[in-house]
């Protein structure tokens, strides 16, 4: 066993090496540091330094000490230029000026043989003084009183052979009265016969590092090969099919359609691809088909339809064409009682193509077509989008809404403007279809909306939609009943056929995406009949209508109508009205049966998710994560690090805080995804709309954000109690774990 004074022994004994620039291994790549940087670089260290603290340059410094500035880099060490000239041509290439040099780089470069150079023998003479002049407890300062004269004399002749005698084990012979220099006279006390190499050494245990990457060089490459590639062969694979799939639903619809002989022949469809603009954040691209008949498709990149133009009632189309083609080349077609369609073109040939072949088209069906001249920001400006139509729509659903349901509008004057727009407004089928939830094409939809279209104008006017809400909400039974007769009489007969009556049950069954076949239809029909005495009738009067639907109140006593809106934005909740009101009640027959409340909100519960079961999907996807994630850490720090300062000092506090930053990372990276405009656009007109709903991202955004919001609250509170805990405990505990910092 060694101790402290074979130390000291042998240090004043060793003969040191001459001072150089050279720094060894041991300080520029082991220095022991931090948990977080175990090992460092001592030179790497001090450069940094000095450039946090803001020194200035070598050559400012030389002159701040009363050198003069450096001119060339040769005349920064002479002697050692001459041996290794290399050095100084590395530095010119790396500083390229003089004055860009560090003060630690440039004051090493300095050292000579015999010591530190001029520059940093100033700063350590000039750092002592200021030490021995800075501090008033020096034993030579008289004028604090500490010592008297003889106290600093006897001082002054102590040297560190003195002390170390006085605190040590080492004897007068052990050691030389001069600690700091070796000489000949005192090889007796310690005998040192040359500089001690590392030969002259024992061997020591050599340094070895644990390596977790050796061995597994060929299966780290293999991994980081096959996490490249089989993405790009899943998102390859995926494409293909994809494509097939969407290349085969193209065959069976232009099959599909050939066999309901909607298209006689394929040379009679016109096509041209264009880009469709929807705002001025949005457009998409697409085909414009000409036909069948008198109608406009614009079909998707897929050829799903997105939109059809019926012309049926048009008689003269106008078209707007910009002269301004330096920024966009444009074609705006306006569609009455419906929202415009505006194409950007890549070149004018191209919208000269597509005017021409649509003047050939409506010259086919008897109509003709104006070209107006226009600018692009009046297009822009003038074109009525499909959001500025919506707008139009739910301003028509809440004025018609409002004076159904006796809803008390403002006193303020409305604006005689906005109420001609809606007076003017007419639904299309295909909005009415949207108002109610069902396809347009569906036959349930084409008899209501033939029956609420009174002048069969094409188009429902506002006083058609109005009288019908009143008629279902305010008529008798007997007369919600006659108009669904007039409906299931598709024949437009004295009676209703049983046959129509068969199609209108199949239609209303399809359209809850329930597959229900002709001889289904049929048999239910028949069943209904046989059970009421008349199923050998062929025709149905209205009092046998009334007789059926008393039999079968269960079966066809709900039916109603479901107008989008009115449980939304239009209907106040005190008005205790909902959209089953718009049915045909049973009470025709007996009293109104009043269903318990908690059934009441549980259907209503029911029909929420099935309407947004894809948004639920995500949202409760989305939940789970967030919980998934903060449970993981909360788990980890109350149970798996239980043992550890953290836990121990701050208790559940640091489970809670380390799990809802968990979740907070998570929701604020998710948070800024979800308001990628571009890339929302471009996914919109991809198959990936069909399975993610991202056209509610903006909703989802505002989910995120509510519940990071409700997490980082968490996490305040978290860090509060912590503070808590950490401010009650002992310093000496505070020592224990936070090594690196200071307690008074």
Known sequence: MYGIEELLMGMASQIAEREDITIIDDLREFVFGPKQYSRRDLVALNIMRGRDFGLADYNTVRQAFGYKPISDWRDINFELNETNPEIFLKMK???????????????MLETTPDGPGPLFQSIIKDQFYRLREGDRFWFENKKNLIFTDTEIAAIRNITLYDIILATTDIKENDIQKNVFFWSRESNNVCPQPKQLKGSDLEECVPLSRHDSFAGSEFYYVFSCIVCAVVPIILAGAASIIVKHRVKKTATIKEEATKIRGQVKNKDHTLRIK??????????????????????????????????????ETVFNVVMESNLDTDKAILTLMRVPKDHDLVLEYNTTNKRKSFLSILNEFLQRQGKSMEVLAATSSTIY???????????????????????????????????????????????????????????????FIERLFAVTDRDRSGHISYKDFLDTVF?????????????????????????LNVVDFERMIRSLVESTQSEFDEKQAHDLVQAMLNTTGLGQKTELSFNDFRILLQAHEKELG??????????????????????????????????PEVEPFMRTKWNSFVTYLEDNRQHVFYVVVFYVLCIALFIERYTHYCYLSEHKDLRRIMGTGICITRGAANVISFTY??????????????????????????????????????????????????????????STQPVEHLACLFKNIHFP
């Open 274 to 311: 264009a880009c469709e603009w929807l705002n001025e954040y949005h457009n998409r691209k697409v085909t414009v088909q000409f036909g069948p008949a008198d109608s406009i498709l614009v079909l998707s990149r897929k050829n799903d339809k997105l939109r059809t133009i019926s012309l």
């Open 93 to 107: 290439e790396m500083y390229k000026d003089l004055n860009d040099i560090d003060v630690y780089v440039g004051g």
């Open 669 to 726: 990276a998710l948070i800024v995804l979800t308001v990628c405009r571009h890339c929302t656009t471009y996914l919109r007109d991809t198959v990936i709309n069909q399975y993610i709903p991202l056209d509610s991202a903006i909703t989802f955004h505002k989910i995120v954000a509510c519940t990071a919001g409700f997490f980082t609250a968490v996490h305040v509170i978290g860090h509060v109690i912590n503070f808590y805990h950490v």
């Open 558 to 591: 709900k039916i109603g109508l479901h107008l989008k809106g009115t449980k939304q934005v239009y209907v106040q909740k005190r008005t205790a009205l909902r959209t089953e009101s718009f049915r045909v009640d049973t009470d025709v027959f007996h009293a």
């Open 471 to 495: 008629l279902f909400t305010r008529g008798s039974p007997t007369d919600k009943m006659r108009i669904l007769y007039d409906m299931l009489n598709v024949s437009q007969d004295d009676h």
């Open 381 to 443: 400006d003038t074109a009525e989008t499909k959001e500025k139509r919506q707008r139009k729509l739910e301003s028509f659903f809440r004025e018609a809404y409002k004076a159904a349901f006796d809803i008390p509008t403002s006193t303020e004057q409305q604006d005689l403007k906005v109420m001609e727009d809606i007076l003017t407004t007419e639904l299309t089928k295909a909005e009415f279809a949207n108002v109610l939830g069902m396809r347009a094409n569906s036959l």
